[in-house]
């Protein structure tokens, strides 16, 4: 299977990084092909609905590194996994940049007919997953919209700091849904 992990941290070795991580050493072990886009790392300007992607042939105005880091992934993925610290209820802007931007690819992804299986990853200070609600929201919107399963969710509570994370089972987790993608088919 064709796994695209999307991260939405700017913090390149922080809670929800160590959890991609840790999701993608478990699918990448049960065999399948695993492509990482970290958002946080990118320049990618948000959708503003200019309807040229669907009005014309020339695609998306704004050529930025969502045509190679995403696009061209995104439409061929068997699972799609979003990976967000929550700052404060919801996912961050840049994942948040990445997935606006998915309207221009509107048509491929719901033509496709596939069977598509999504996966969110979160992590967080807070200690109630009421704080994640508008992130799962989101998730669950996208997924319902698109026809997508859900294939497993992990929320890290009480992990502001990767020693918080590292006295959690939460990598763990992502490890295990990673491994288990098979399962879901």
Not at 1 to 7: A, E, N, P, S
Not at 15 to 21: F, G, I, N, P, V
Not at 41 to 59: D, F, R
Not at 129 to 135: I, P, V
Request: hydrophobic share 40%; proline share 2%.
């Amino acid at each position: 299977m064709k796994v695209l992990v999307i991260t939405g941290s700017p913090h390149k070795n922080g809670t929800s990084a160590r959890l991609a991580e840790k999701f993608i050493q478990g699918a990448t072990e049960a065999g399948h092909t695993v492509v990482r886009f970290d958002a946080g790392q990118k320049q990618i300007h948000p959708c503003i609905a200019c309807e040229t992607c669907h009005n014309t042939s020339k695609g998306c105005v704004f050529k930025d590194e969502m045509e190679e880091g995403v696009n061209r992934h995104l439409v061929t993925a068997d699972v799609v996994a979003f990976v967000s610290p929550v700052y404060y209820y919801m996912l961050t802007p840049q994942i948040a940049a990445v997935i606006s931007r998915f309207y221009a690819n509107d048509a491929g992804l719901h033509m496709t007919h596939r069977k598509v299986r999504a996966v969110m990853l979160l992590t967080m200070a807070d200690d109630t997953e009421e704080s994640a609600l508008g992130a799962l929201q989101t998730f669950k919107g996208i997924t319902n919209y698109l026809g997508w399963q859900i294939a497993g969710t992990v929320v890290g509570l009480n992990c502001e700091t990767v020693e918080e994370l590292q006295e959690t089972d939460y990598q763990e987790q992502a490890y295990n849904l990673g491994k288990s993608l098979f399962l879901c088919v």
